[in-house]
């Protein structure tokens, strides 16, 4: 990816003071904190929302500057914070699946180690959750904890903190508050249309509101900790939310509701030369997104930005010319495989669909914590959900666009309309574009690039000669269109020399479906595949071509693979059979016991587990440790 930048002559040395310049910048480094909470989505006064009680956020917005278009780059926290502290794409770093702890590439540097070379106080409280080896996390703060706090510096020292509220997360509608105690009341909250009226649904949006107003005293709290520390004048204010939320159908998804965040940055007058726009209180509509943070960071501080890093500098003497896009991914969430690219720019969002064969509403363990989400479950199951609230339960399309500006809620995908074809194929031009320029890691299933990178980091394997990552791609493109007269070359990938264009040739045969009959014979020598990704994609093909006992039995010998995402693959795959029989039961209980010492956090085979036994009225429990999103 090429990344727009200028030397930084002079200004390089603005850490000792010795700056030339116009506007008259101040000699000293400026106070940078960042107040982030979790899973929340532009909810807020400020940003047009009348029905949310935001005065901290309303009156930070009136004295700073808001951004309209600020974007998470992932719909969930670990890895939007991977791609915020490194400046590089997840999905590029090879960090893009949810709680995953892969190492990081050998370039890449935490935004932190910058800052304390020249230097800065970098405290953070508390949470990292940075989806990396964590012995590569060690030692990048002066202070990361619960106690961690901009005082604890040494007098007159700049400091970048970071404070992380959690009261908005996901988990706070998972303990029902009673109707009369909640400060927002149900009746009057307005519904996405994907929503089916069910007392639940109304009650979590009301008590998540609750919430979001929680959240916004604690942001006032942090600002007038700053105010009475004589700080305010020296320092540069940060709020932003984590990724959207918190409803179904925003977190862990790549719409507007998952990955629009509020975003507001209140400058002091002293460091005007930094303002977006020339009067504060005003909007910015520049488009930018968590990538952006990294390279921002450094900018401010006069420290050259590495050609490495992905994002571009929205503020300080490296901002760049306004970008035409954002982008975003989403990976495995927990325990259930998927994979989207989107791109946004002011008006449309365009979602690439590579897994379209999945339904958009998996059963995740966590996310079924949610009175509203099994409420609307229950609904569609019980057929009381219109077209619209039952597209969640139905397979996705392989291309989704939507005009944001007057669709809001993104449920009309115009795709297919002719009117908007030239939008449509501009906007796959830049998906293609982006994931081709930083080598998307995505595009290799998991278990296989576990087992790849033993001895090196993702982000530097795809970038040797050993990953035709083109090639890859192009079969990944291919496959994944569901086109009858591709089948003979999809039959030649599943065939190839490269496990990973095998994997997409099984993917795209599955998806073919009935006609998909003329390759049985290859998909069932495909069950003998070396790559376990290959094997069971074969097998699920094979089950809905009627081989089903075939099908079945291939599955279930995946389980007996000593890499925990090759069983996840397998039981993603069992469960959307919907058989149960007691073999496959025994085969479970099996699996459990040969892998029991395995006690790595990498063991979401055992949340698909206990979903299978809850769904199959299985008596035997799983305990396992179901960590908050």
């Given at each position: 990816m090429t990344n727009l930048r200028r030397p930084l002559g002079l200004a390089f040395f603005a850490a000792i003071g010795l700056i030339a310049c116009q506007?008259?910048?101040?000699?000293?480094?400026?106070?940078?904190?960042?107040?982030?909470?979790?899973?929340?989505?532009?909810?807020?006064?400020?940003?047009?929302?009348?029905?949310?009680?935001?005065?901290?956020?309303?009156?930070?917005?009136?004295?700073?500057?808001?951004?309209?278009?600020a974007y998470a780059n992932a719909p969930v926290c670990a890895p939007a914070r991977n791609t915020i502290i490194t400046g590089v794409y997840a999905n590029s770093g090879g960090n893009q699946h949810m709680r995953s702890y892969y190492k990081k590439g050998e370039e890449i540097r935490f935004s932190p180690q910058f800052l304390r070379e020249i230097g800065y106080y970098c405290t953070n409280n508390r949470k990292e959750d940075y989806n990396i080896?964590?012995?590569?996390?060690?030692?990048?703060?002066?202070?990361?904890?619960g106690e961690a706090h901009y005082k604890n510096r040494k007098p007159g020292q700049p400091f970048f903190a970071i404070f992380n509220s959690t009261i908005s997360h996901e988990s706070s509608i998972h303990k029902w508050i009673p109707t009369e105690e909640l400060r927002h009341s149900p009746a009057k909250v307005k519904l996405p249309p994907y929503h089916p009226d069910t007392p639940e649904m109304r009650h979590d949006w009301a008590q998540?509101?609750?919430?979001?107003?929680?959240?916004?005293?604690?942001?006032?709290?942090?600002?007038?900790?700053?105010?009475?520390?004589?700080?305010?004048?020296?320092?540069?204010?940060?709020?932003?939310?984590?990724?959207?939320?918190?409803?179904?159908?925003?977190?862990?998804?790549?719409?507007?509701?998952?990955?629009?965040?509020?975003?507001?940055?209140?400058?002091?007058?002293?460091?005007?030369?930094?303002?977006?726009?020339?009067?504060?209180?005003s909007e910015v509509n520049r488009l930018i997104s968590f990538v952006d943070l990294a390279p921002t960071l450094l900018s401010i501080a006069g420290i050259e930005i590495p050609d490495y890093i992905q994002g571009k500098a929205f503020l300080g003497e490296q901002k760049t010319a306004d970008p035409e896009y954002a982008y975003m991914f989403r990976g495995r969430m927990d325990e259930r495989y998927d994979m989207s690219r989107a791109v946004r720019d002011q008006k449309f969002r365009y979602i690439r669909n590579y897994m379209p064969y999945r339904i958009y509403g998996q059963h995740i363990n966590y996310l079924w914590k949610a009175p509203s989400m099994q409420s609307w479950e229950q609904a569609y199951l019980s057929g009381e959900c219109n077209a619209q609230q039952s597209v969640f339960w139905n397979t996705k399309p392989v291309e989704e666009l939507y005009d944001t500006e007057n669709d809001p809620w993104e449920v009309a995908n115009l795709a297919d309309d002719p009117n908007y074809a030239?939008?449509?194929?501009?906007?796959?031009?830049?998906?293609?574009?982006?994931?081709?320029?930083?080598?998307?890691?995505?595009?290799?299933?998991?278990a296989e690039r576990s087992m790849m990178t033993q001895n090196m980091p993702m982000y530097d394997l795809i970038r040797t000669d050993q990953i035709p990552l083109d090639q890859i791609m192009d079969a990944a493109e291919l496959?994944?269109?569901?086109?009858?007269?591709?089948?003979?070359?999809?039959?030649?990938?599943?065939?190839?020399?490269?496990?990973?264009?095998?994997?997409?040739?099984?993917?795209?045969?599955?998806?073919?479906?009935?006609?998909?009959?003329?390759a049985k014979a290859q998909l069932e020598a495909a069950l003998n595949d070396s790559s376990p990704n290959v094997k069971v994609v074969a097998a699920e093909a094979l089950y809905y071509l009627g081989?089903?006992?075939?099908?079945?039995?291939?599955?279930?010998?995946?389980?007996?693979?000593?890499?925990?995402?090759?069983?996840?693959?397998?039981?993603?795959?069992?469960d959307y059979t919907n058989e149960f029989n007691p073999e496959i039961k025994q085969s479970i209980l099996e699996m459990l016991e040969k892998f029991d010492e395995d006690k790595s956090p990498n063991r979401y085979d055992l949340r698909l587990v206990d979903w299978l036994f809850e769904k199959n009225q299985v008596e035997e429990k799983v305990l396992i440790q179901n960590t908050a999103l």
């Open positions: 506007n008259e910048q101040p000699k000293e480094l400026p106070n940078i904190l960042w107040l982030t909470s979790e899973d929340n989505s532009p909810f807020a006064g400020c940003y047009g929302d009348d029905f949310a009680t935001t005065p901290n956020m309303d009156q930070l917005a009136s004295e700073g500057f808001l951004y309209t278009h080896d964590p012995e590569q996390t060690k030692n990048i703060w002066d202070e990361s904890s998540y509101y609750d919430k979001l107003e929680d959240m916004d005293s604690w942001i006032g709290d942090k600002l007038k900790e700053l105010e009475e520390a004589g700080l305010a004048e020296n320092t540069i204010v940060f709020y932003y939310g984590d990724h959207g939320g918190v409803l179904g159908r925003s977190k862990r998804f790549v719409y507007e509701t998952g990955t629009r965040v509020p975003f507001i940055v209140r400058i002091p007058e002293k460091y005007k030369h930094l303002f977006p726009t020339e009067k504060t209180g030239e939008v449509l194929e501009r906007m796959r031009k830049a998906n293609k574009d982006w994931v081709t320029g930083i080598f998307d890691t995505g595009f290799i299933p998991e496959a994944t269109r569901g086109i009858k007269e591709n089948r003979d070359q999809l039959v030649e990938y599943l065939q190839h020399d490269n496990k990973t264009i095998r994997y997409w040739g099984a993917t795209g045969l599955l998806i073919l479906g009935p006609e998909a009959q003329g081989e089903k006992e075939k099908g079945l039995q291939a599955m279930l010998d995946v389980l007996n693979h000593p890499e925990p995402f090759a069983r996840t693959h397998a039981l993603n795959a069992l």
